[in-house]
């Protein structure tokens, strides 16, 4: 398995979709139907013989420049760099959502050819459409479609992340519109579009502030605008965050099938409540002040409100990411990648056992902290680390338990983890035997001691589980089907 | 050579495929050479916007040639990386359990490139944008797109490794990151025969491009003329074909063994026919004056295309065919297991309903703490409490000695918690216990005053 054992696996995707998220909010879903409603405002503001306020016309025009080198270089690889990181730390996950949603991902796959065409054409042809009127109106309209182009793959985006967070009813009826239609969907999809337009508009003021002069009538104009732009969707953000929070509880109550409560959620939880009272009153704030001191805003006025909104966006998209815990696809697959279904025969059996790369199969006291290192690399490497000043790593969770000053007690640390998932209702139950349990806890014990690292699949390579080699597979199969032929799965 | 002790068989997603399998590959086929085309573009534009610019040096027309191919790339890159998504699509269904493992073997490298393209369309934003800025720096110009095309020789590298590596489970475990898997055979052939294609493909395009009536040559450039422009562009063409082919045979060579049957030969070979009547045709266009066969050349490199396509994809299927059958086969001997298990667990635990009833009934249960309340506390407290000292937190002696006589107060906590003691973490809260479960807890808890208890 691929692992990265000081940045920590998760947090690679988080980083990556995080900056997806900030781009592709503020620079295409809320900036595009932004700047052509500016650009149509230059038309308005136009002389009698003139196509558009040209002076105007090329402010916007450079703010446009911003965004399209920014969402076709950071936004465009940064959402293939979701993919990408996904595949190798959460291969079984996105493989299983692919399979489920492929046609939602062809559907988006489609509008996102049409929204990076729109974009080409309405930023390249931009200076050609300023020859004529009509070519000028008909360029508007490029931008008006484009802005519903980058809000449809928002809304289909938006059911498939829902989806993984509360499946609904999909577990019982694994079908594509079952997933879509979740009980979270409308409700994100209500919070996400007007709060796209605010961080929108922030970046616009920001902007503003760069590339129109000082003291100018166009560059308070321009303040005015995104102001009103501002204070227009903060209400309809106010009101999408409230009805998601309050739906939020609900829906991973369906999720845990235990109900809220972990401490950690109920403090991200509240400090989100906080956030979304701070985050409005920014932009109400900001919005206010553009309107009625347009000539006060400056850079280092927008700037930090810039920052601010973005820190919201990170602080939302991290409750959001938590609240599917346990399950990284609820009700079917644990954040450890483990179907909740193969959990009975990993208790019996043993999970090593059915793993493809690993070293032992047998644990002995012999091989005992290199079982657990398999144990561990199969069953807890996906949010925890080996190294001690890796991210979340495992010595360093123990040790804030039990203390750091001491040895970490392998036989205390066995009974929390079979009995974790109860009081820490994010942890997915240990899937292994006693056996493993017991290997696993002394492996924690000897990266508290030695402070080994565990090197991943990419640099390590791997190892063969005996067991299941081409060998033994074709052996153990032509045994069996003497006696009872298995039947295909395709 | 396929049985052997150390080829991984994993498991298979245990998800039936989206659409019939056929339709799949046809999808992937199809969706994967219209992504490879704008990357040919996107790369050899890229070599030759680098290459046109040093000419320019010297030639004022070669550095305008520069730019205007310049110009195109911020079409065909875009195109590139939105068509690719749809051939990812596809191998994440087709194979997954294969480009996910050839991905985490070399997963350092592999998630470089998101970081490496990013970087490099920054680069040749910067190029395009200061053309006039820095024209009277040229030197620094043409690094920065020489920056530029140098992460774009390299991607393709990485790309290549991965896909040759998924087709082979048997070298899995011969592999410690990229490097190994770069080094396997068959992958400089194909990645220098790629990189004839690209100067190929972009090569016919800006044939295309400067035959275009409506084009200005007259305007844009000061000597050239179309007739220069268009030996120019076949000169390239000419040359990418003559690498492609040259290094195609390579390829071919030392394809391994194992997935090559007749049906991948004819069409690699039929495709290979069409290479050399594009050559042919491309040559004769370049030296004879005022002939071109843009039609013929763009129909058989679009034939070549196809074919060869389908060849690798035949090929890969042949190549995999064998242990995609016992990745099935252990798949559906898994999911029976796991299904056993689970019936068996299901029956167990009703049958052991009664058992715990049975034990609460024990008339010596009445005496000491129930058992009940005991597996309670197992399941939701022992892990952090112990009867009489410390564990994460304060033992049940100090809890009993604290709420004695105040059953109420105590479970109150449990639901909520708050923070009592500075050198002891924080206990979570437990609102999901039943009003049964926590009254059982307490009890037990607070039996621990019985002076008859251990």
């Known amino acids: 398995m691929f692992h990265l054992d000081w940045l920590n696996d998760r947090f690679l995707i988080a980083v990556i979709a995080i900056l997806h998220v900030f781009v592709n909010h503020s620079l295409a879903v809320g900036f595009i139907p932004y700047i052509t409603w500016l650009e149509q405002k230059g038309v308005i503001r136009a002389g009698e013989n003139q196509i558009t306020d040209s002076a105007w016309d090329d402010i916007i025009y450079k703010k446009m420049r911003v965004a399209f080198i920014l969402t076709t270089s950071l936004?465009?690889?940064?959402?293939?760099?979701?993919?990408?990181?996904?595949?190798?730390?959460?291969?079984s996950s996105i493989g299983s959502l692919i399979r489920v949603f492929f046609l939602g991902w062809f559907i988006e796959w489609l509008v996102f050819i049409t929204e990076v065409i729109l974009i080409l054409i309405y930023y390249l042809t931009w200076k050609a459409a300023n020859t004529s009127l009509r070519s000028k109106v008909r360029h508007?309209?490029?931008?008006?479609?484009?802005?519903?182009?980058?809000?449809?793959?928002?809304?289909?985006?938006?059911?498939?992340?829902?989806?993984?967070?509360?499946?609904?009813?999909?577990?019982?009826?694994?079908?594509?519109?079952?997933?879509?239609?979740?009980?979270?969907?409308?409700?994100?999809?209500?919070?996400?579009?007007?709060?796209?337009?605010?961080?929108?508009?922030?970046?616009?003021?920001?902007?503003?502030?760069?590339?129109?002069?000082?003291?100018?009538?166009?560059?308070?104009?321009?303040?005015?605008?995104?102001?009103?732009?501002?204070?227009?969707?903060?209400?309809?953000?106010?009101?999408?965050?409230?009805?998601?929070?309050?739906?939020?509880?609900?829906?991973?109550?369906?999720?845990?099938?235990?109900?809220?409560?972990?401490?950690?959620?109920?403090?991200?939880?509240?400090?989100?409540?906080?956030?979304?009272?701070?985050?409005?009153?920014?932009?109400?704030?900001?919005?206010?002040?553009?309107?009625?001191?347009?000539?006060?805003?400056?850079?280092?006025?927008?700037?930090?409100?810039?920052?601010?909104?973005?820190?919201?966006?990170?602080?939302?998209?991290?409750?959001?990411?938590?609240?599917?815990?346990?399950?990284?696809?609820?009700?079917?697959?644990?954040?450890?990648?483990?179907?909740?279904?193969?959990y009975p025969l990993y208790k019996r059996e043993g999970i090593l056992k059915f793993m493809t790369y690993t070293s032992v199969t047998e644990i002995t006291q012999e091989n005992k902290i290199e079982a657990g290192r398999e144990v561990f690399m199969a069953t807890c490497s996906r949010c925890h680390t080996a190294h001690q000043n890796g991210i979340n790593s495992i010595v360093y969770v123990f040790e804030r338990m039990y203390g750091s000053d001491k040895p970490l007690d392998e036989g205390s640390m066995a009974a929390y983890i079979s009995n974790m998932h109860n009081a820490r209702t994010y942890m997915p139950p240990f899937p292994g035997n006693d056996k493993e349990l017991e290997a696993l806890v002394a492996y924690i014990k000897h990266l508290q001691q030695t402070g080994e690292a565990l090197p991943g699949a990419q640099t390590a390579g791997i190892k063969v589980n005996p067991h299941h080699s081409a060998l033994s597979v074709a052996r153990r199969i032509s045994n069996t089907s003497s006696q009872q032929p298995l039947t295909l799965n395709k | 050579m396929f049985l052997q002790i150390d080829v991984p068989v994993p498991r298979e997603i245990p998800l039936p495929l989206p659409l019939p399998e056929w339709l799949l590959v046809f999808l992937l086929i199809v969706s994967f050479l219209l992504h490879i085309i704008f990357i040919h573009l996107m790369v050899g534009g890229s070599l030759l916007?680098?290459?046109?610019?040093?000419?320019?040096?010297?030639?004022?027309?070669?550095?305008?040639?520069?730019?205007?191919?310049?110009?195109?790339?911020?079409?065909?890159?875009?195109?590139?990386?939105?068509l690719g998504v749809a051939p990812l699509l596809n191998i994440n269904v087709l194979y997954p359990l294969y480009f996910y493992s050839s991905n985490a073997l070399t997963g350092i490298a592999w998630i470089m490139i998101i970081p490496l393209v990013i970087v490099a369309f920054l680069l040749l934003y910067l190029h395009k944008y200061t053309w006039e800025t820095l024209s009277s720096h040229k030197p620094l110009h043409i690094t920065i797109i020489a920056l530029a095309v140098a992460i774009f020789l390299f991607i393709p590298l990485i790309f290549l490794t991965n896909v040759n590596l998924m087709m082979f489970p048997e070298k899995w475990i011969s592999i410690q990151g990229f490097l190994k898997a770069l080094l396997l055979p068959n992958v400089f052939p194909r990645y220098l025969e790629f990189l004839g294609a690209s100067l190929a493909v972009t090569g016919i395009f800006l044939v295309w491009y400067h035959s275009r009536k409506a084009y200005p040559i007259e305007k844009i450039y000061s000597t050239f003329r179309r007739e220069d422009l268009k030996k120019i562009s076949y000169a390239i063409t000419t040359f990418g074909l003559s690498l492609q082919i040259l290094f195609g045979l390579i390829v071919l060579f030392t394809l391994p063994s194992k997935g090559i049957s007749y049906g991948v030969l004819g069409l690699m070979g039929a495709a290979g026919a069409l290479l050399l009547y594009a050559l042919w045709y491309s040559y004769q266009s370049l030296v004879q004056e005022g002939i071109t066969h843009l039609k013929k050349i763009v129909v058989a490199m679009a034939g070549f295309m196809v074919l060869y396509g389908s060849s690798r994809q035949l090929y890969r299927h042949n190549a995999l065919e064998q242990h995609q059958k016992l990745v099935a086969l252990r798949t559906a001997e898994f999911i029976k297991l796991s299904e056993e298990a689970r019936t068996q667990a299901q029956s167990k635990e009703?049958?052991?309903?009664?058992?715990?009833?049975?034990?609460?009934?024990?008339?010596?249960?009445?005496?000491?703490?129930?058992?009940?309340?005991?597996?309670?506390?197992?399941?939701?407290?022992?892990?952090?409490?112990?009867?009489?000292?410390?564990?994460?937190?304060?033992?049940?002696?100090?809890?009993?000695?604290?709420?004695?006589?105040?059953?109420e107060a105590l479970k109150k906590w449990i639901v909520s918690p708050g923070k009592k003691r500075a050198d002891m973490p924080q206990m979570p809260g437990f609102p999901h216990l039943s009003q049964d479960e926590l009254e059982e807890i307490t009890n037990y808890i607070l039996s621990f005053d019985n002076p008859t208890n251990p």
């Open chain 1, 140 to 342: 508007i309209k490029f931008g008006w479609y484009l802005s519903l182009a980058s809000w449809l793959t928002m809304a289909i985006i938006v059911g498939i992340l829902g989806f993984m967070m509360d499946p609904g009813n999909w577990n019982a009826d694994k079908t594509l519109l079952n997933g879509f239609f979740n009980p979270i969907y409308l409700p994100q999809l209500l919070f996400r579009t007007p709060t796209a337009m605010i961080t929108a508009g922030v970046v616009g003021l920001t902007l503003a502030t760069i590339f129109a002069k000082k003291h100018s009538e166009i560059r308070a104009q321009l303040i005015k605008y995104t102001g009103q732009w501002i204070l227009f969707w903060t209400p309809l953000a106010i009101a999408g965050a409230v009805y998601y929070w309050n739906v939020m509880p609900a829906a991973m109550k369906a999720n845990m099938s235990i109900a809220v409560g972990t401490q950690e959620f109920v403090q991200y939880y509240e400090l989100l409540k906080y956030f979304i009272l701070g985050a409005a009153f920014v932009s109400v704030l900001v919005g206010i002040i553009s309107i009625l001191r347009p000539w006060k805003v400056s850079f280092s006025f927008a700037a930090p409100a810039f920052l601010a909104i973005f820190a919201f966006l990170g602080i939302f998209e991290r409750v959001r990411e938590f609240i599917r815990k346990p399950y990284i696809i609820g009700g079917y697959m644990y954040s450890n990648l483990l179907r909740e279904e193969d």
């Open chain 2, 49 to 82: 916007t680098l290459w046109a610019q040093i000419k320019g040096l010297k030639n004022k027309d070669y550095d305008t040639l520069a730019h205007e191919i310049a110009k195109t790339i911020t079409v065909n890159k875009s195109l590139a990386v939105v």
């Open chain 1, 75 to 91: 936004g465009a690889m940064s959402g293939v760099g979701i993919w990408f990181s996904a595949a190798l730390v959460s291969p």
């Open chain 2, 350 to 407: 009703q049958s052991s309903v009664p058992q715990s009833q049975a034990q609460v009934l024990a008339p010596k249960s009445q005496e000491t703490h129930s058992s009940i309340g005991q597996k309670v506390f197992q399941q939701y407290c022992a892990a952090c409490h112990k009867p009489n000292e410390r564990l994460v937190g304060p033992p049940i002696s100090e809890m009993t000695a604290i709420y004695k006589g105040n059953k």
